[in-house]
């Protein structure tokens, strides 16, 4: 028996993959309602809206296949569209050079360039911060216009403390000049004469009623296969005896009602705090120490649903302008049509960034839907009397928080779980306190599943996501990084998405 905490895309895709080889699985899932974690879809009124939005492109061919099994007859293929707003002013994201230098104006884009050749010619040496390491790549003036504002809202705290862990994950390989030549130059694929290649920056696949459908069909995959999906299900203790090497997790339902169950692994996807303080026989000082130190943020999305004045047609667009609190606004019915049941009607989310029982967090909820209100039309993006109803959602530990000891904290409790625990693993973004995409959780998943097959551990789940390109610039599904490897890689060739 395997028993699996959290039924995300880490969780389900580990189920699935051990169900169907004849694994018994009890995936243990907190949200009454839900599967799908924070890419989950909710619903008001026949309205769907992503939580945080999802785009399903991977350069593993096995994701890819995986996508393309669970959910074979539901998978859209829709434009990709993002910008972002400065100064009142749209400009195209990825990068397009002319248009960016028109927007900024002649004496802004000089001091862009001056910013940029300064970089290059005296960069910060052995850079630590967020900060450091994007003003190397691009230079101080183009980081604190494309990059500071909304990266301060999204983690709550100066680039300077945002370790550049977090850049080299997430831009990796990306400079400006890169920048400006994928903007000017298509992309050519070798011998296909002369023909661009599509890509992500162009189009990507979305079940068309949200990411949700996906996890919904994966769980009852599941199920057929003789697993259980046991939702409303919170995990409250995970005790290992070292003897027999056999775990007995405790969980309680709504009611209260206090159940056990024996299994011989456990999967976990739940934050790595939370994980820490489950386990019996108890950490050492040191690693619970660590454990409380490593913090996460929070997200809210405030849901318009409004009349269509085709305002904008992007699956989202970046906010960059300190005078409001919005981060980032999802249009879903460019996601998908279907998600929007009806056709002069669209539907936004305003998403905002905090933590938990501080600040916007404490807001009501009406309070947040005046506040989406208010920002909307400050910036222009739509009319309050257009707005007929509206609706809010809130997601706990979205993101694990790369500050700048995050690393250190990880290191100590990994050490301990690995040394302590050879059959607990950890998969997932907040299993791994990874900001990983949908595809790298997946991937760690289902290396995960190979290690239980085959009784030893064949990879090493913390490669994937270490070494990959982290721009939008992969053909999907273009590498094999799974089937016949039978030694731990130095080297796991992992996806590279949309950040989410």
């Known amino acids: 028996m395997v028993a699996i905490i959290g039924a995300g895309p880490a969780g389900l895709t580990a189920a699935y993959l051990l169900s169907r080889a004849g694994v018994p699985v009890t995936v243990f899932e907190g949200d009454p309602q839900y599967v799908g974690g924070i890419s989950k879809t909710a619903t008001y009124k026949d309205y769907h809206f992503d939580i945080g939005g999802h785009r399903f492109f991977s350069k593993s061919k096995e994701v890819e296949d995986l996508w393309s099994e669970i959910l074979p007859d539901d998978m859209l293929v829709r434009p990709r569209s993002s910008r972002i707003l400065y100064n009142g002013q749209f400009f195209s994201y990825p990068l397009k050079a ?27 040496k052995n ?41 080299a994950q997430r831009i990796k390989g990306l400079s400006l000049t890169t920048a400006v030549l994928n903007a000017l130059l298509p992309k050519r694929k070798p011998g296909s004469g002369g023909k661009t290649v599509k890509t992500l920056i162009e189009s990507f696949r979305y079940p068309r009623l949200g990411p949700g459908m996906m996890w919904e069909a994966c769980a009852e995959k599941v199920k057929a296969a003789g697993g259980q999906v046991l939702m409303g299900r919170r995990v409250t203790e995970c005790a290992f005896d070292e003897s027999s090497k056999e775990w007995t997790v405790t969980t309680q339902d709504q009611n209260g009602q206090v159940q056990t169950l024996p299994a011989q692994h456990v999967i976990s996807t739940a934050p790595v705090r ?27 999305t405030a849901v318009l649903i409004l009349h269509d004045r085709d305002a904008f047609a992007d699956n989202w667009i970046y906010i960059h302008d300190p005078s409001v609190q919005v981060g980032r606004i999802q249009n879903f019915k460019s996601w998908s049509p279907e998600m929007v049941p ?44 257009d707005i007929v109803d509206a609706c809010v ?13 995050y690393a250190r904290h990880l290191a100590t409790i990994r050490e301990e779980l690995t040394r302590r625990f050879p059959t607990l693993h950890l998969v997932g973004r907040n299993g791994m306190h990874k900001y990983n995409n949908q595809d790298h959780s997946m991937m760690t998943a289902m290396l995960c599943a190979q290690n239980i097959l085959a009784g030893e551990t064949v990879y090493d789940l913390w490669r994937v996501n270490e070494d990959a390109e982290y721009h939008e610039a992969g053909e999907s599904g273009s590498s094999s990084s799974v089937s016949g490897q039978r030694h731990v890689p130095k080297k796991i060739e992992s996806p590279a998405t949309t950040a989410q």
Request: hydrophobic residues 40%; proline residues 3%.
């Open 98 to 124: 002319a248009e960016a230098l028109f927007n900024l104006g002649i004496f802004e884009s000089v001091r862009c360039g001056l910013s940029y050749l300064w970089a290059r010619l005296f960069p910060v």
């Open 127 to 167: 850079p630590k911060s967020f900060e450091d390491w994007v003003s190397n790549q691009f230079g101080k003036r183009l980081f604190q216009i494309f990059f500071k504002t909304y990266t301060e809202k999204v983690w709550g705290m100066s680039c300077k403390e945002i370790s550049a862990d977090w850049a």
């Open 274 to 300: 939370e994980l820490c303080s489950m386990l019996k026989p108890a950490l050492s000082e040191e690693s619970v120490q660590a454990a409380n130190q490593l913090r996460y943020r929070d997200f809210i």
């Open 342 to 385: 009806d056709p002069k009607m669209t539907c936004y989310g305003l998403e905002y960034f905090c933590f938990e029982h501080t600040g916007l967090w404490e807001l009501t909820d009406e309070q947040l839907q005046e506040l989406a209100k208010s920002e909307i039309s400050k910036l222009g993006l739509a009319r309050q009397e």
């Open 393 to 405: 959602v809130r997601q706990r530990k979205a993101y694990p928080v790369y500050d700048d000891a």
